[in-house]
């Protein structure tokens, strides 16, 4: 009351006094009054301005109808149901401050409002208090106890989404019998997401990603889990921070480099895909850095990991071809897939691991050399999943079920056509880049290449292919 006061006794006179003392709250009158134009045609704009803006909220709200990220329905696991039940209270507390605080309002211009227009200054303005210990106490009391008990029970929550894993999945690894503590390393890296399947005894807690074995399972963009089962996600980054964030799953957790999250937990009680993005404003590509999970049945999560866990399936000539290459040797490439092993190992496997291809040419320091991040996805299973390029194009056309060739040679031909990145050497002196760089390819050595990364692995099943198709 004070704060308006002054304000209003500091304007000049001519708008203090009388009617144009309104004209300061309400701009639009001014306006109307200036240019002479009658106090309808005010009203009038100021009608069309509410309906603007009314339209404006109404319309964008419903660009959101379908939104894939939307936190609020489409809820698949206690995670997301349990910080959607603490929303929806919250919300009610709002609601009940909003309303209290209009009420306060109201009732202040309805007791204290001069009525009439037979009034002078000077009893303009109703006699004023400077102290109400009461009114203090209450209005500073009340908030600070409301959001003491919401923090409170904010940080119960917010525990809870922990993980205190200790559930244990029995899988089939490459033969033998494995007690898998569900746990997924989660990397975020300019600008994409790398998830590690760790089946052996690392101890992910104590080592920092970056000095990791390479893991059992590594994927792109996409997380397969087992639905019903706790997941714990070790979530961290090889570059600037990022977050991570499934809605319908859980909230989300930042990823800071070189620093290990609390295990953050994930669990679908369904089978289904789930949409997440960066959230973290993380440089040019942020916007393109999406990912999804994707929640099997027991029996089919194992199918992936066997198909996981082996290698590049290479045949006959073409494995004697390789192990020619590898052995020192300079054979002729007959065919095809022959002429693409050579190129991938002469042109992509100083960044990209291909198990069974050229993984004897790969070395993480190598690719440290020349990437900012230090990593590139690992191509040995690109045809087992739906997305590349950090989510934005399609490995599998949804509406024809075919590979993606068109597409995939758009990326080859320049990567940054189809998303923006800084694949030049910053300076002389850093070689380093940030995303992959235009590699000059020939058309037939793309044609090979199309070829060699469509037999990188089974076709998904139909309903991933699409679920996740992107537009
Ligand atoms: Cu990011």
Known sequence: MTAANNSLR?????????????STVIPAM????????????????????VALVVFAMVFFAACAGDAELDTRTDLAGPEARDIESFMRILLWVTYAVFAFVMFISFEAWRRFRIKG????DDDEWPEQE????????????????????????TIILHNQLNSDETNVVTLDVAGASVEWEPQVVVVGQQWWWEYQYHFGDVDIDQERVQTLPVADI????????????????EITSRDVIHSHWIPSLNGKRDAVPGRQSAPWKIQADRPGVFFGQCTEFCGLSHSRMRMQVVALEPADFQAW????????PLEGDDQAYLDALVA??????????????ATFRGKCASCHLMENVADDMWSQERVAEQLVAGAAPNLTHFATRTTFAGGIRNVWDPETGEFNETDLREWLMNPADVKANYAEPANDDDPRMRGMPNLNLTTEEIDDLVGLLKAAGEKPAEFIIEETGVE
């Open 218 to 233: 590594v994927t792109a963009t996409q997380m397969v889990i087992p639905v019903g089962q706790e997941i714990e996600l």
């Open 305 to 312: 990991v066997d198909a996981q866990m082996t290698g590049y």
């Open 10 to 22: 500091d304007l000049p006179d001519s708008s203090r006094s009388g009617k144009l003392s309104q």
């Open 328 to 341: 020192g040797d300079s054979p002729t490439a007959e065919n095809s897939t022959q002429r693409a092993i």
């Open 130 to 153: 400077d102290e109400n210990a009461l009114i203090e106490g209450l209005s500073n009391g009340v908030p600070a106890l409301i959001l003491a008990v919401v923090a409170v029970f």
């Open 30 to 49: 001014t306006l109307a009054e200036g240019t002479g134009m009658t106090p309808n045609s005010s009203v009038a704009r100021r009608f069309a301005r």
């Open 117 to 120: 227009d037979d009034y002078t």
